[in-house]
């Protein structure tokens, strides 16, 4: 069973930057595309990055392209979400999420952490 744990969130002011951070387990993932999704209050959740497991192939939502980076640890099997230049529309809860590079839809879900952006 795949199991997800992330950390890393926090308090920021405008412009600043976290490093977010998904510790995966519970199988090999190799085939697997990770991802990070986030929800702010009374909005629905929405896709912000996602990466292969085999090969590294990256995918970013238009709101955060050039402002986030989306990595991964195949040995600490942990996936990574660096953010720079946040804004206050940034604020959400961020949660990483694990399918099958062929299925359709993302099975696995961790906790999520959250993220706040001052202005």
């Known amino acids: 069973q795949v199991q997800l744990v992330e950390s890393g969130g926090g308090l920021v002011q405008a412009g600043g930057s976290l490093r977010l951070s998904c510790a995966a387990s519970g199988r090999t993932f190799s085939g697997y595309l990770l991802g990070w999704f986030r929800q702010a209050p009374g909005k629905e959740r929405e896709f912000v990055a996602s990466?292969?497991?085999?090969?590294?192939?990256?995918a970013y939502a238009d709101s955060v392209k050039g402002r986030f980076t989306i990595s991964r640890d195949n040995a600490k099997n942990t996936v990574y979400l660096q953010m720079n230049s946040l804004k206050p529309e940034d604020t959400a809860v961020y949660s990483c999420?694990?399918?099958?590079?062929?299925?359709?839809?993302?099975?696995?879900w961790g906790q999520g952490t959250q993220v706040t952006v001052s202005s």
């Open positions: 999420a694990a399918r099958m590079v062929v299925a359709r839809e993302f099975g696995s």
């Open positions: 990466i292969t497991w085999t090969g590294g192939r990256t």
